[in-house]
């Protein structure tokens, strides 16, 4: 029975084995073909051209030799096209496989994605194998050494690029707390994602600051302007850090606050009993979900009557940022629900707090950085729009909104009800 087993597990690995190697083949054989027509249709341009004798100027010269390209589905044996021009100056460079590419960009990719998802350097190798097969040429835990080099260079060069050209409507601004190696307090990221008026997002921003204070927010904030950012944010939401809700009005005076419902939700859930919590948290729903600003107040104050007696701390908490919680209703009700929150920078933050607790604390503050940087970059593309994102340039018009809704349409609504 064991060994019938045993026999029927080969069996699987090698038709496995099979399955893999005949698309290896269809692979090699679909890559030639495109290399022979990219070259082909190089030639087409220059067809024309004759040297001064006569013959045809730029020609087929063969190949160049034959090299291993590492693909998800290992690696792939490629010939690509060469071309002679008979004076010298045209080169041929295939887009395909540019002259010194050794892996696909879903190699490439991989690399960072594993490591930031928390696999160790020592097991990298291992990794690499399982996925790739065991022909995968240079992919060790020396790659990631290399890597976090050039992460890091990618970072400085992303840190100082030019904003003059970039607009944001909104802001979501976080501070991520992380551990560093041979340092008792914890490395302090913040991170700035902003939509643009095309209603897509963007890292904006991101620093090491020291515990979110006013003096590191201003630092990072007063960045942007000097990197040529010209126009403030309309809204900027947080959480509640005292920290940058002090330095954004002193570089960005006219951006409005809308402070995260998600972490006051928290706060105020932290001072009630555990047998209440359930019965807190709908109350605390119906207000930041209710359609206009008047049914807010109105189980604003309802929450206020129930607890203000004997849980007071928790009223006071709710209360002290009462406008700014309330900012939303000032804004398209499209928009309602990327707004409430900070969740865009939570949910891709995640795993950097997963990878520093991996890490076990072996990480500079300057790989950290790097790290968040290009966790980002990999996430980004996967990122949508905001929903609505045609309400974006009304915003920047100066179009007003009441509870949601453009402020021409309801008077206009009004003026016929009225008639």
Request: aromatic content about 8%; charged content about 25%; overall charge positive.
């Amino acid at each position: 029975m064991k060994e019938d087993k045993i026999l029927a597990f080969t069996g699987r690995e090698a038709t496995k084995d099979l399955l893999t190697e005949t698309l290896r083949t269809g692979a090699q054989r679909l890559l030639a073909s495109a290399l022979e027509a990219e070259v082909e249709e190089f030639l087409q341009v220059y067809a024309e051209h004759r040297v001064s004798t006569g013959p045809q100027r730029v020609v087929r010269n063969g190949y160049l030799p034959e090299r291993a390209v590492q693909t998800g589905i290992g690696s792939v044996m490629v010939e690509v096209p060469r071309v002679r021009d008979r004076e010298g100056s045209i080169k041929f460079s295939s887009t395909l496989l540019p002259p010194y590419l050794k892996r696909s960009k879903s190699v490439e990719e991989l690399l960072p994605w594993l490591y930031l998802k928390g696999v160790s350097t020592n097991d990298f190798g291992v990794a690499l194998k399982s996925l790739l097969g065991i022909d995968a040429p240079g992919l060790t835990a020396s790659s990631i050494a290399r890597l976090k080099s050039q992460w890091e260079a990618e970072c400085k060069s992303w840190r100082g690029e030019d904003l003059s050209h970039k607009r944001y409507v909104y802001f979501w601004a976080d501070g991520i707390y992380c551990g560093i190696r041979g340092e008792d307090e914890k490395m302090c990221l913040l991170v700035v994602l902003g939509v643009t008026e095309t209603g897509k997002k963007e890292l904006v921003a991101l620093d090491d600051g020291y515990r979110e204070s006013g003096d590191s927010w201003g630092t990072l904030l007063r960045s942007l302007v000097e990197r040529g950012l010209k126009h403030a944010p309309t809204v900027a939401v947080g959480d509640g850090s005292l920290g940058f809700w002090k330095a954004l009005p002193e570089v960005f005076p006219e951006t409005k606050a809308q402070r995260c419902w998600q972490h006051k939700t928290i706060n105020v859930l932290d001072k009630f009993p555990t047998a209440l919590r359930g019965k807190v948290l709908e109350s605390v729903h119906q207000i930041w979900m209710s359609d206009t600003r008047e049914n807010a107040l109105k189980m604003w104050d309802a929450f206020a009557r129930n607890y203000k007696d004997k849980y007071p701390k928790a009223v006071e908490c709710l209360e002290k940022d009462k406008e700014a919680l309330l900012t939303f209703y000032d804004l398209p009700a499209e928009h309602r629900k990327s707004l409430r929150t900070t969740n865009p920078i939570e949910s891709t933050f995640a795993t950097v707090r997963h990878r520093a607790s991996r890490a076990k604390g072996c990480v500079s503050r300057a790989s950290m950085l790097a790290f968040a940087f290009k966790l980002i970059q990999t996430a980004a593309p996967r990122w949508n729009r905001i929903a609505g994102f045609e309400r974006l340039g009304q915003l920047i018009t100066g179009v007003k909104f009441i509870n949601g809704i453009q402020e021409f349409n309801l008077t206009n609504t009004n003026e016929a009800i009225a008639a």
